[in-house]
């Protein structure tokens, strides 16, 4: 079975954190992912946004690699996934919580960092604060709010102080002033060195990403950031842009 | 009342059921099936088999009666067999199999009041007390103008005074081993893979040989307090005093155990990892905790059926007797019955096979649990 270790972090390949190429996930009769080439430098935050079942989650997971593509490939910090072992160096807080409702916040945390390899107290002190919930340590999940179970489940994910991290909706049901705070994470993870893809099918969060990849269908819409998909759809804000891009028709072209 | 909520809420009822067919389906095949089957297990019943050994003690005196009972067995179809012609071999040929019961004919049978000593296994009781009816009514047919006999049971394993617990314990044991551990784990992993933590435990680099092997050792401890305490519990008798206005009583069965506790407890332990493994693997083909309980009448009924809980193995019909032979169960609880009835040790050969098989059955369901985590849920 081997010792299984994650690759070593000196020898950072040059290319791309994450790339796919001609990316197709099939389900029965259905492309949830349906021809994807993006290529993501390291470092930045990536913003996936689309409507429900446009194939935000299945992109992300085939990133993660906890799917296989029909066809097609993905590629993180120059591994070609499914990768078991790059797996350490990955992030990935899922849609659902995820958390065991029986343990304390402290438990759930400390078993998915035992988990990834790096059962670190400080790491986990740290990151608790971050998600504010460093005074419930020993509350156990079925009493947090649904909020502050996103924010555990978030904290969960960075826990091992991963390179590459996947948040599928990471924000739902957490406060504005919350939200504010973790996004100023995200970006001082970023600002370290950290590639995060964020997925969201609130627009507004947009803005904060470096580059935004508009998906419908499986496929892209439109690609770059917030100001360069607005001037490309030619609206004001980048609702709009979406549903232009779509093909819907909006109040905001007739106004 | 509003009729119409009322009413709503059993067309909900119905719709679900028509969402999950295999619910509506188990509502109303399980237990024709099981009836079936019990009604084919109780029908088909083997008569039990009875090969019966003389020997006398008193020489040329005891011929008439001998010759008296050789015809009665012949004519009720009881084959005679050879066991030498002093008790020891008598019991020799019990234990060896060759015989399930063997009368030992006293010296003083002339003497007008004579004890008549009858061997049996003791292994399962109520096997022998129906050997036993068999031969006393032999005995009553053969010495009519004879002696006045009272007849004295004498058992190679176990005691005479065995009852139905004695063999029903081993039985109960394997059984509760296998039951429990195998609707927590079921509940348990299920859970894992609808509330997203396999998701996100795929997600880190960790092997499924981990998880499986994980949790064979996490529900492998629970089974193992249960078990020990079952067997604490089934084996031992401890009295405790009067306490106040509480009277003393006895705690624990006292079954009399004859073998080694700690080869029961490898049985069940290997019964306890197939049971942990085995639900991992049907966890996939359950979407909700209800169809967790619904695998109880398909895997654990035909077990309590059909693994010697009830009725001997032996005494199945043919064909289900080979279908029985493949199920856990069964050797969980004749491996439990060997150790504890029989005091077997690891080289008695039945034991062996019963050992192996269900470390077979667990290293099988290992592979099939694990084959069922993948990182492509889909």
């Known amino acids: ?88 160096r990955i992030g990935y807080m899922t849609q659902s919580d995820g958390l065991y409702s029986e343990l304390s916040v402290w438990e759930n945390l400390s078993f998915f960092a035992a988990m990834s390899g790096q059962p670190d107290v400080t790491a986990m002190a740290e990151i608790l604060d971050v998600v504010e919930l460093g005074d419930r340590r020993g509350r156990p999940i079925l009493q947090l709010s649904g909020g502050m179970r996103r924010r555990l489940s978030l904290a969960c994910a960075l826990v091992h102080r991963p390179t590459v991290v996947f948040l599928d909706e990471p924000t739902v049901g957490v406060d504005p002033v919350l939200r504010y705070h973790l996004w100023d994470h995200f970006r001082r993870l970023a600002t370290a060195g950290t590639t995060l893809v964020v997925s969201s099918h609130v627009m507004d969060e947009g803005d904060r990403c470096d580059e935004l990849v508009l998906i419908r269908s499986g496929r892209v819409l439109a690609m770059g950031n917030g100001a360069e998909i607005r001037r490309q759809a ?22 | ?129 129906a050997r036993l009816q068999i031969v006393a009514g032999l005995i009553e047919r053969a010495a009519t103008q004879g002696p006045r006999l009272t007849i004295e049971h004498e058992t190679i394993y176990g005691s005479a005074s065995a009852d139905i617990l004695d063999t029903f314990a081993p039985a109960l044991i394997g059984f509760f081993g296998f039951f429990f551990v195998f609707v927590l784990t079921g509940i348990s992993f299920l859970r894992e893979r609808t509330g997203g933590t396999l998701e996100r435990l795929l997600a880190t680099p960790v092997r499924r040989s981990e998880i499986v092997v994980g949790y064979s050792a996490g529900f492998g401890f629970f089974a193992t307090v249960q078990v020990a305490l079952i067997l604490l519990f089934a084996l031992g008798s401890l009295s405790v005093p009067r306490i106040g206005p509480v009277g003393s009583f006895e705690v624990g069965l ?69 279908v029985a032979r493949l199920l856990p169960m069964t050797h969980a609880i004749d491996g439990l019955r060997a150790v504890l009835l029989r005091g077997a040790g690891m080289s008695d050969g039945t034991l062996q096979i019963d050992i192996a098989f269900l470390a077979g059955v667990a290293i099988l369901f290992v592979v099939l649990a694990g084959a069922t985590i993948r990182r492509e849920i889909a």
């Not at chain 2, 679900?16 to 619910?23: A, E, I, L, N, V």
């Not at chain 2, 199999?97 to 009368?103: E, L, N, P, Q, T």
């Open chain 2, 1 to 129: 009342m509003s009729a119409r909520r009322i009413a709503a809420i059993a067309r909900r009822i119905a719709q679900q059921f028509r969402r999950d067919r295999r619910s509506l389906a188990l509502l109303i095949v399980a237990p024709i099936a099981v009836l079936a089957l019990l009604g084919y297990v109780i029908r088909d019943e083997k008569p039990i088999n009875t090969r019966l050994g003389i020997v006398s003690l008193g020489g040329p005196a005891d011929a008439p009666i001998q010759a008296a009972l050789n015809a009665a067995a012949t004519q009720a179809g009881v084959p005679v067999v050879d066991v030498g012609t002093d008790a020891a071999s008598g019991r020799a040929a019990v234990q060896a199999g060759r015989a399930d019961v063997v009368i030992v004919l006293p010296a003083n049978l002339a003497s007008g009041v004579a004890t008549v000593q009858l061997i049996t296994l003791g292994e399962a009781p109520a096997d022998d007390g």
């Open chain 2, 254 to 322: 006292g079954i009399a155990n004859a073998g080694s506790p700690l080869l029961a407890f490898v049985v069940i332990f290997l019964t306890a990892i197939g049971a942990v493994n085995l639900a991992i693997f049907l966890s996939t083909f359950a979407r909700t905790e209800l169809q967790i309980l619904e695998f109880i009448p398909i895997v654990i009924v035909p077990q309590a059926l059909l693994g010697g809980v009830f009725w001997s193995v032996d005494s199945l019909p043919d064909p289900v007797q080979a």
């Open chain 1, 234 to 255: 030619g609206t004001a804000d980048l609702e709009s842009a979406f549903l232009k891009l779509s093909g819907v028709p909006t109040r905001g072209d007739s106004q």
């Open chain 1, 1 to 88: 079975m081997g010792t299984g270790g994650p690759a070593g972090p000196a020898t950072e390949p040059a290319g791309p954190a994450i790339e796919t190429h001609g990316l197709r996930k099939v389900f029965g009769a259905i492309a949830a992912v349906d021809g994807i080439d993006i290529s993501f430098p390291a470092g930045r935050i990536y913003g996936l946004l689309g409507p429900n079942g446009s194939g935000k989650t299945t992109l992300i997971r085939l990133m993660a690699g906890l799917a296989v593509a029909t066809s097609g490939s993905v590629t993180v910090l120059g591994t070609r996934m499914p990768s078991r072992p790059l797996l350490a």
